[in-house]
């Protein structure tokens, strides 16, 4: 034969009239909003900033990818393109080029910079055979930090 389990500590003490709710002050929770406050106010500034800074080396680094394929595309036509052909030479065959071997980039666009911009090319350039840059976060030349350009000379 079984034994009758004995009462919980709850029911009885509910039967007393003890009541315990389960749940936080509103002095708990002002603490705790006030420690998250802190903490996003140390810790978002640095996230901020490094995102800026990851969007500078990605666009370092599609320079780097977009000159390799230029080097590539003047090795096979003998010169890099016209400012006119720009870098959509890159991936469609301008017309006319003899020794064009491309695509010479891996996807069939130019990619935009990562502000979703295009990037600046001229050919001949001012900095040599060709200039190949992006104006940054603010979209204007010069700039510091995030709006610094991003250059290929």
């Not at 935009?112 to 992006?134: F, I, N, T, V």
Request: with cysteine.
């Amino acid at each position: 034969m079984r034994r009758p389990l004995p009462p919980s500590r709850s029911c009885a003490a509910s039967r007393r009239g003890v009541r315990h709710d389960a749940g936080f002050t509103l002095i708990e929770l002002l603490v705790v909003l006030v420690i998250l406050g802190l903490l996003a106010g140390l810790v978002a500034p640095r996230v901020l900033n490094y995102l800026g800074g990851a969007r500078s080396d990605t666009a370092r680094l599609q320079i780097e990818n977009l000159k390799s394929a230029l080097d590539l595309y003047s090795i096979d036509v003998g010169s890099y393109p016209t400012t006119s052909q720009g870098l959509k030479a890159l991936t469609a065959d301008p017309g006319g080029m003899r020794g064009w071997k491309g695509p010479y980039l891996r996807s069939n666009d130019v990619p935009d910079d990562p502000w979703r911009r295009p990037y600046l090319y001229r050919a001949p350039g001012q900095h040599g055979s060709y200039d190949l840059s992006s104006l940054g976060a603010d979209g204007a030349e010069g700039g510091s930090g995030d709006d610094q350009d991003v250059v290929s000379w």
